[in-house]
T-cell receptor, first 115, second 111 residues
Framework: GEDVEQSLFLSVREGDSSVINCTYT??????LYWYKQEPGAGLQLLTY?????DMKQDQRLTVLLNKKDKHLSLRIADTQTGDSAIYFC???????????????FGKGTHLIIQP | EAGVTQSPTHLIKTRGQQATLRCSPI?????VYWYQQALGLGLQFLLW???????NRGNFPPRFSGRQFPNYSSELNVNALELEDSALYLC??????????FGPGTRLTVL
């Protein structure tokens, strides 16, 4: 079955860049996602990338996809205290029954911001 | 545009009881997904409804069930509650499979 792996914690200084990494096993993954979860809240869709793309940029966020190594990363430029949250990597195989298995999530990376 | 809404915010039940959780999708979205976020287990796919039909379910026992109404809102029912059902239950809606937008969740506590 599919598996998505992330490191559990990342600590960065305010103003630095944060890079959160993720690896996945399903070579059929068609879309890969980054979600943000703040304490006591639901998931906020930050960005996603189609599997035939290498990179996607959206303001302070840059997603890089290395399909050969099945490695996905999220870079947050100029990290702020408001970026403190859990970041989930997720994937879906759109063509497996039209997304019938839902999203497969990693365990999440806690981003800790140091002043 | 209103986002996905879920009710209630918190629900406390005892073992053996039944719980009903509700979800209203974003206007125009026809698909609703349910996920369970349990401590230590992460986020797991529960159910997918589209156009009123259950399209698929994750690896959960039959006591987890639900339905989708003609207005695309959805209900998740959990029968014969067990302690390990305590979790945050998240609902997501989508118009196309590649974009799922989540609600704030319902925190279910089973005593």
């Amino acid at each position: 079955g599919e598996d998505v792996e992330q490191s559990l914690f990342l600590s960065v200084r305010e103003g630095d860049s944060s890079v959160i990494n993720c690896t996945y096993t399903d070579s059929s993954s068609t879309y890969l996602y980054w979600y943000k979860q703040e304490p006591g809240a639901g998931l906020q869709l930050l960005t996603y990338i189609f599997s035939n793309m290498d990179m996607k940029q959206d303001q302070r966020l840059t997603v890089l996809l290395n399909k050969k190594d099945k490695h996905l990363s999220l870079r947050i430029a100029d990290t702020q205290t408001g970026d403190s949250a859990i970041y989930f990597c997720a994937e879906i195989d759109q063509y497996s029954g039209g997304g019938a298995d839902g999203l497969t999530f990693g365990k999440g990376t806690h981003l800790i911001i140091q002043p | 545009e209103a986002g996905v809404t879920q009710s209630p915010t918190h629900l406390i039940k005892t073992r053996g009881q039944q719980a009903t959780l509700r979800c209203s999708p974003i206007s125009g979205h026809t698909s609703v997904y349910w996920y369970q976020q349990a401590l230590g287990l992460g986020l797991q796919f529960l159910l997918w409804y589209d156009e009123g039909e259950e399209r698929n379910r994750g690896n959960f026992p039959p006591r987890f069930s639900g339905r989708q109404f003609p207005n695309y809102s959805s209900e998740l029912n959990v029968n014969a509650l067990e302690l390990e059902d305590s979790a945050l239950y998240l609902c997501a809606s989508s118009l196309v499979t590649n974009e799922q937008f989540f609600g704030p969740g319902t925190r279910l506590t089973v005593l």
